[in-house]
C-alpha cells in the first residue's frame, strides 16, 4: 500500500483524487528497533549472565516495541480516501455522507508541532462506517492513530493525528473536502 500523498495525475486541483498515507518512518522506527534491542539483551544479559530479574524485566521494552509497531508497519494505510468514503485504519470506510464537518487542530507541546483532524459525524460510528476494516485481534492492542469520543447528542467525533503522517495536513484535508457531498 502507497504510504505517502499521490498524484493521480488529474489536471483539476478541486476534483477528488484517491490517496492513501502511512506513518512516517522515522516515527516509530526508534521505539520499534530500540525496544527489540534492549528487550533482547536483557534477556540474553538475564539468562547467560545468570541475572534472572534482569530477563523478566524485558517483557517491559518488548511490550514498548510491540506497542508501536503499527508505527513502522507498511502494508496498511493509516488514512485515505476514495468515491466509497473516508478510510481510518482498523475503522474501515466511513461514508462521505455520514460526515458533517472536518477541519485542522493545531496546537504545540514545547516545540512539536501536533496536528490533528477533527472529524464530526452525524451519528454514530458504526452507523457511518460502510466497509468495516478486517484486521487480525492481536492488532486490537497496539497504538492506533485515532481517538473516538461521544458527544452529549449521541453523534461521534473522530480526532487523527495528522503529524505523524506522511503528508502535509492541510493538502490531506484540502483532499479530503474535494469527496464531501454539496
Do not use: C
Request: aromatic share 10%; no cysteine; hydrophobic share 45%.
Amino acid at each position: 500500500m502507497p504510504t505517502d500523498v499521490k498524484d493521480t495525475g488529474q489536471k483539476n486541483p478541486s476534483e477528488p483524487k484517491p490517496f492513501a498515507i502511512g506513518y512516517i518512518r522515522s516515527t516509530g522506527e526508534a521505539l520499534v528497533i530500540g525496544g527489540l534491542f534492549f528487550g533482547f539483551g536483557f534477556v540474553v544479559l538475564g539468562l547467560f549472565g545468570g541475572v534472572k530479574p534482569l530477563a523478566a524485566l524485558a517483557i517491559v521494552p518488548l511490550l514498548v516495541s510491540f506497542w508501536h509497531y503499527p508505527m513502522i508497519d507498511r502494508s496498511q494505510p493509516q488514512l485515505g480516501a476514495n468515491e466509497q468514503g473516508l478510510f481510518v485504519e482498523r475503522i474501515g470506510f466511513i461514508d462521505w455522507a455520514s460526515i458533517d464537518k472536518m477541519a485542522l487542530h493545531q496546537s504545540s507541546v514545547r516545540s512539536i508541532e501536533l496536528v490533528g483532524l477533527e472529524i464530526s459525524l452525524t451519528s454514530a460510528l458504526p452507523a457511518a462506517v460502510n466497509e468495516k476494516h478486517m484486521f487480525p485481534l492481536w492488532k486490537s492492542v497496539m497504538t492506533r492513530n485515532w481517538k473516538l469520543s461521544r458527544q452529549a447528542d449521541g453523534t461521534d467525533h473522530l480526532t487523527i493525528k495528522l503529524n505523524t503522517l506522511a503528508g502535509e495536513p492541510e493538502e490531506i484535508l484540502q483532499r479530503l473536502q474535494a469527496y464531501r457531498p454539496v
